[in-house]
């Protein structure tokens, strides 16, 4: 079946740094690439998808790149701020996987820090 | 504004009752899910429904039931068997096959 690996957390870091988070995938036909942010005590929002080989996506300058030779999806971020502060999780959508319904397979998370 | 409500935000029950645990959309998404969230171990699927009247076991039914009789409610049902209920649990819909799924705010349940 399909999985998601992510970097393990917590990834503390200093405000204005570099974000890298690493996500991997293994999926049966073509999947779409997602990542979530969770904020404490709430539910998942969309920070971005992409849907093909080679798609860039990006919001609130955060971009990933799905990269299907390598069968990655890291989340990058310039300059981050406090307040990007949450639990990110990578995931995955592939109707091959799953009989043609909507099944996502979610990472397990990736907790970052931003420290002032 | 359209989005999915879950209600209420904190639960405690004491072992042995069986819980419910509600989740409306206002977005006419055609699909619903519930996952559980535990620590350190992202999200697992429960139940979803693709259509009104239809629902799927995901990968963690057991001691959970749930009800599709609107298209907009999705309420599930934490029975007593149930071993280790105690989570956060979310629930989120989604247009169709192709498109992202919205999360409601999540309902943390506390069984002692």
């Known amino acids: 079946g399909d999985s998601v690996t992510q970097m393990e957390g917590p990834v503390t870091l200093s405000e204005e740094a570099f974000l890298t988070i690493n996500c991997t995938y293994t999926a049966t036909g073509y999947p779409s690439l997602f990542w979530y942010v969770q904020y404490p005590g709430e539910g998942l929002q969309l920070l971005l998808k992409?849907?093909?080989?080679?798609d860039k996506g990006s919001n609130k300058g955060f971009e990933a790149t799905y990269r299907k030779e390598t069968t990655s999806f890291h989340l990058e971020k310039g300059s981050v701020q406090v307040s990007d502060s949450a639990v990110y999780f990578c995931?995955?959508?592939?109707?091959?996987?799953?009989?043609?319904?909507?099944?996502?397979?979610f990472g397990t998370g990736t907790k970052l820090q931003v420290i002032p | 504004d359209g989005g999915i409500t879950q209600s209420p935000k904190y639960l405690f029950r004491k072992e042995g009752q069986n819980v419910t645990l509600s989740c409306e959309q206002n977005?006419?998404?055609?699909?619903m899910y519930w996952y559980r969230q535990d620590p350190g171990q992202g999200l697992r699927l429960i139940y979803y429904s693709q259509i009104v009247n239809d629902f799927q076991k995901g990968d963690i039914a057991e001691g959970y039931s749930v009800s599709r009789e609107k298209k907009e409610s999705f309420p599930l049902t934490v029975t007593s068997a149930q071993k280790n209920p105690t989570a956060f649990y979310l629930c989120a819909s989604s247009r169709d096959e192709s498109y992202e799924q919205y999360f409601g705010p999540g309902t943390r349940l506390t069984v002692t």
């Open positions: 995931a995955l959508s592939d109707p091959m996987d799953s009989g043609g319904y909507q099944k996502v397979t």
């Open positions: 977005l006419n998404h055609d699909a």
């Open positions: 992409a849907t093909k080989a080679d």
